[in-house]
């Protein structure tokens, strides 16, 4: 039976002599043999354990983990439990890392955007990426909500057309009175705006607000703070209370 020295052990299984002379520190693999000069031997089962070793390093399981692993009468019940947390925490880490990318995206973004970018900038980036989702839920809710109306007045258009039913379409519009002021005012206490002049987060008035010039995430209005007028990035109000509805 062939037997490896340590030199011999590390090159079979493309890992360093040190991280070989690790394992045997730690008690996970050690040599079967010593020789007559005191250097350690290694078996063919010793490669193949090392190879195994290996492999679970390479999918993130902990030196610990393995070490307990292997000093396990029956492993199987134990390895799939292991590798379902190991999936677990992958995914996990993948997640955490897809979140990064998207940040260095936004940044990288807002650095081309922007002509006159500052450091303060990047807190606008921030602040504006923190608040990303929670203003998305907040124009769904009002798409949602909006979705009702829109049916009567489809209904009630074409129901007057062709049915002469004209009543239909009168009450699409005495609803759709009081439903845009509850909408609007929602609307309003759920954003804020950032002023790119002195970066301060900011409430304009509603009226203000509601007749600015304005692009999907901006509006032209007046920051509050240091008077410049232009337009301002549109963000979640983090001081809006969390159970409005509209």
Known sequence: MSQYTTGELAKACGVTVRTVQYYDARGILTPSTLS????????????????????LREIGLSIDTIGKLLAEDHPGSVISLLLEQQEKDLREEIGTLEEQLEKVKELKKGVADNESFTVESIGDIAYTMASKKKLRTVRLTMLLSAIPLSVLEV??????????????????????????????????????YICPEC????????????????????????????????????VYDETAKQNDTP
Do not use: N
């Open 199 to 234: 970066h301060t987060v900011f409430k304009p008035g509603f009226k203000e607000m509601f007749f600015a010039r304005h692009t999907p995430k901006t509006r032209r209005l007046t920051c509050t703070q240091c008077g410049h007028h232009g337009y301002c990035v549109e």
């Open 36 to 55: 007559e000069g005191g250097r350690r031997l290694y078996s063919e089962d010793d490669l193949k354990t090392m190879k195994i070793i290996c492999f």
């Open 155 to 192: 209904g009630g258009i074409l129901l007057w057309i062709f049915k002469g039913l004209w009543w239909v379409f009168l009450i699409y519009l005495i609803a759709a009175i009081p439903w845009s002021i509850v909408i609007s005012r929602y609307y309003y206490k759920k954003v804020a």
